[in-house]
């Protein structure tokens, strides 16, 4: 036979040849009687063309595909074989089997014994022959063909690495693709073993023989760009590899929510809660250790700051370059599990802060993931305009395609299904709706996206709760979906933050405005007080130029009287005030300073201030009701119908129901100066007993234990209420009363 490479016959050459064998043929003929039976049938002539009549296709593995051809006579004397060369070894030739006519031509196939492994470079030709010596071929000119072998997607479900089967799926979404590989400790980092078939839509997947749980991978775009899974659960660290974690088998203890008017927040961040000063930050089994503390104060939520893979070691969490993988300095994504599973053994919910206004922007393999973008913009996760600019970097996801708003949703949901958690704080949700803090051009994807992750939040475990991080007063963020709201169920509120920071850090008495204070405590969101969340501290509030309150109070001297005083003062309108009270960590013991990363929580204070921790406590025991006598400070009612803005002293009414036990009177003195008998008006007569006194000496042994006594309202008009009673209230001091 000829080599390989031989080209085409011309057609004239073909005819002459076809012509001379047929005269050859006829002439060589035997009459009939020189033979007892019949002849076999020839071919009316030489064949003079052939070509492929289907691409070769691998279906699956059982069915490796054919090679089928076309040659333009009928099969009588005919054969045809085809040339095979894979990834470049050495040819070998297979014959073809007849299996039919098609329009009077003859269909001649083959199929590999075996599958050709997908992705191998195929070269391959056919010929053509008779059998009086006639020789036809098709080899592309003489070039050959060549192709890869198809690939098969995987049939499952799903995006980014699992296990399930045991096998090992991969799926990566690359639009801009023409090739995509898996490579990995599993297959000694080869970017050619394992490609990735075409699912459409810019989607490519594979299935992978075996367990690869705790393997190492990365996906080869192209061949030469190497990147990170965008959807990795996993990382062994920011600018290293993914790792398939398979979570299946962890066992959650029972949780049931508490009720969100039950709720008392507390934020901590997971580097700085419990650590100490020098080396790598805490994590979540140190941080493991703390929670009999809070259990202890009566916390039952704590909001973490974010947690997904950042840049470094040390960072607050708002840089997230893998947004589904667990911070590794912090341990493990089963580390993680066990801190939330050890929080829900001692009652306390779980909240974790997202960042959806940026990615990155370091260490962010996501940036032009396929390798294109519209000129200096990051490519297919981001946007490619305007809308693209943040405070942070030109790395705002593309809200407004499908595949990053997907990308995006399933990241909200997976902290709460994958790892149990309780609810979600969105940071900076202003950058999410506008361009730039509320300045820039609106982003309307932006606010539909905020709709839908809460709709499906909602539909899925409706009792999950949703805070925006929006800090612009607007009521829209906390209305329903249906109203047209963005659908969170409540939000930071900074109308009740600075005006209480700003009247208890103003060092002269005479520059507090109370009517300031009266209006941060009065504020309701669309008739529901759930709807905001009220602090005196946050991360951002006690850094970014400020610092702790009784730090802020007396600078360098945060254990003064003054700033244990005034602190304490703000801490409680927190606790008593319409609204989800929280803290930040190493208030309760007078954390003094600025909030830094590499800065952790001075535990010692603990024992130094435990009284302060005592009068934490009692707050928290107060707005939960432990004692059965303050239902109202869960109530949805206030009046704030006292306001002395000369001698600096307010007044409020809380209650949810009304009536003894749930009726609360709040009295706040924000001045230096005692009373022992300050007059004010009281919604019903009768013993009216005081259930908290922050100046009671048992708290610190500075306080002055000014006597707040239980008093009896009598009739007698007052503030607008029918009654009134005289009470004692020591400086800078709220008193707590209700009745029996």
């Known amino acids: 036979m000829n080599a ?9 050459s ?21 033979r007892s039976v019949a002849p076999e049938p020839a071919a009316a002539a030489a064949p003079s063309w052939m070509g492929v009549f289907g691409a070769y296709v691998r279906h699956d593995g059982s069915n490796p595909g054919s090679f089928t051809i076309l040659m333009n006579q009928d099969y009588w004397g005919l054969h045809a074989e085809v040339g095979l060369r ?33 992705g191998s470079t195929v070269e391959y030709y056919f010929h053509g022959y008779d059998n009086w010596g006639a020789n036809v071929w098709d080899n592309n000119g003489g070039a050959n063909y060549s192709h890869t072998a198809a690939l098969i997607p995987s049939a499952k479900a799903g995006m980014g690495a699992w296990v399930d089967g045991g096998d090992t799926t991969f799926r990566v979404w690359a639009p801009n693709a023409t090739t995509v590989a898996v490579a990995g400790s599993f297959n000694a980092w080869s970017g050619t073993a394992n490609p990735l078939g075409s699912d459409g839509g810019g989607h490519w997947s594979v299935d992978v023989a075996g367990d690869q749980s705790g393997e190492t991978y990365k996906y080869v775009i192209d061949g030469t760009l190497w990147k990170n899974d965008p ?4 990382v062994t660290n920011s600018v290293g590899d993914s790792i398939v974690a398979d979570p299946a088998a962890y066992s959650w203890t029972s949780f049931s929510m508490p009720g969100w008017h039950e709720l008392v927040i507390y934020e901590l961040h997971m580097g700085t809660f419990n650590d100490s000063p020098g080396g790598t930050p805490g ?66 919910a779980v909240i974790i802060d997202v960042v959806y ?9 996501m940036w032009r993931f396929d390798g294109t973008s519209t000129g200096s913009y990051g490519g297919i996760y981001f946007f490619q305009d305007w809308r693209a600019t943040t405070p942070w970097g030109d790395t705002r996801p593309d809200y407004g395609r499908g595949e990053v708003r997907s990308f995006l949703r399933d990241n909200a949901l997976y902290w709460l299904n994958d790892f149990n958690c309780d609810g979600l704080r969105w940071d900076s949700t202003v950058n999410i709706r506008t361009q730039n803090n509320g300045g820039g051009g609106s982003i309307a994807e932006g606010w539909t996206l905020m709709q839908w992750i809460n709709n499906e939040i909602d539909s899925a475990a409706s009792w999950k709760i949703s805070i925006a991080e929006d800090l612009q007063n607007n009521d829209w963020m ?35 405005d109370m009517y300031a204070v009266r209006d941060a405590i009065a504020k309701i969101d669309n008739g529901d007080h759930l709807d905001r969340v009220i602090y005196t501290e946050s991360h951002d509030e006690v850094a970014n130029g400020s610092a702790r309150v009784p730090e802020e109070i007396w600078p360098g001297n945060a254990a003064s009287w003054y700033s244990k005083k005034r602190s304490t003062l703000g801490a409680a309108l927190v606790f008593t005030s319409p609204g989800i009270p929280m803290l930040f960590q190493g208030q309760e013991f007078l954390e003094d300073g600025y909030f830094a990363d590499t800065d952790p929580v001075d535990w010692a204070k603990a024992s130094t201030y435990s009284g302060i921790t005592d009068l934490y406590t009692d707050l928290v025991g107060l707005r939960r009701n432990f004692g059965g006598k303050t239902a109202g400070l869960r109530g949805g009612n206030v009046n704030v119908h006292h306001v ?60 002055g234990n000014w006597t707040a006594y239980d008093t009896t309202a009598s009739w007698g008009a007052k503030d607008g209420m029918s009654y009134n009673a005289n009470v004692g209230v020591g400086p800078y001091t709220v008193i707590v009363l209700s009745k029996d």
């Open 86 to 118: 894979i990834n470049g070894g050495s040819w070998t030739t297979e014959s073809m089997a007849y299996v039919g006519n098609d329009a009077g031509n003859s269909v001649w196939t083959h199929t590999p014994a075996a599958p050709i492994a997908p």
């Open 478 to 512: 906390t209305k329903t979906t249906g109203a047209g709201g963005a659908g969170f169920d409540s939000q930071w509120d900074a109308a009740f933050v600075h005006p209480i920071r700003d009247a208890v850090i103003e060092a002269t008495d005479a520059n507090r």
């Open 4 to 12: 390989p490479g031989r080209s085409f016959r011309t057609s004239a």
């Open 14 to 34: 073909v005819a002459a040849c076809a012509l001379t064998l047929v005269g050859l043929l006829q002439a060589a003929s035997p009459g009939p009687t020189a």
């Open 644 to 703: 002395n803005n000369t001698n600096k002293l307010i007044a409020f009414h809380r209650w949810d129901s009304g009536g003894s036990g749930d009726d609360v009177v709040v009295v706040a003195n924000f001045s230096g100066t005692g009373y022992s008998s300050y007059n004010v008006g009281f919604p019903s007569g009768g013993t009216w007993k005081v259930r908290f006194n922050s100046d009671w000496s048992g708290y610190d042994s500075g306080f």
């Open 283 to 348: 994590g979540w089994q140190s941080a493991i250790s703390r929670l009999d503390h809070l259990q202890d104060m009566g916390i039952n939520a704590v909001e973490v700051m974010p947690v997904a893979e950042f840049a470094g070691d040390f960072s607050w969490g708002y840089n997230p370059a893998h947004p589904f993988a667990p911070e590794s300095v912090y341990g493990s994504p089963d580390d993680m599990r066990d801190f939330v599973d050890e929080c829900h053994q001692r009652g306390i």
């Open 231 to 234: 959807r990795a659960t996993a």
């Open 357 to 365: 206004n940026h990615l990155g922007p370091s260490d962010l393999d």
